[in-house]
């Protein structure tokens, strides 16, 4: 079964409103790596790190393509156990949006809609080494946004 969509509108035919709107979704890149194997212990309780990272490169016109970076650590003491990085990414229309629009869609709203395919892989690549399932949690986009881009004092109202 294949969908086709259309290529976004561009110069007059495009309205004046803002548009945010997903072409597609890829696995831009992905590794697994566990330097000892799947030795799994009854008392297994790895200390898990997770880092999240989000970029935006523009692919033409209005299209952007938002690379949302997800690196999972499992340590057992100072070892480590296995290490995922997945690279998950998706093609946007992002057009007539305001800076700040255009900020908040690229870091909130896109990651947002790439999270879930990232959380499925990782599952998978672990599940796949050898390993428990591990799912991620659910992640606050908007509550990362907000405390790594605070609003500037004299944007706020009262």
Known sequence: MSIET??????AAAGTGAQLSLQAVYLKDCSFEAPLGP??????????GLDLNTAVNVIEGDLREVVLTVTV????????????????AGAFVMQNLSDGDYRRAAGIVCPGVLFPYVRSVVSNLV????FPQLLLPPVNFEALFAANNPEPASATTN
């Not at 030795?39 to 898990?48: E, L, Q, Y």
């Not at 599940?127 to 050898?130: E, I, M």
């Open 127 to 130: 599940s796949q080494g050898g």
């Open 39 to 48: 030795r799994v212990t009854p008392d297994w309780n790895p200390a898990i």
């Open 6 to 11: 259309p290529p976004p509108a561009t110069g």
């Open 73 to 88: 650590s499992a340590k057992l003491g100072e070892q480590t156990v296995f290490l995922v990085e997945v690279k998950q």
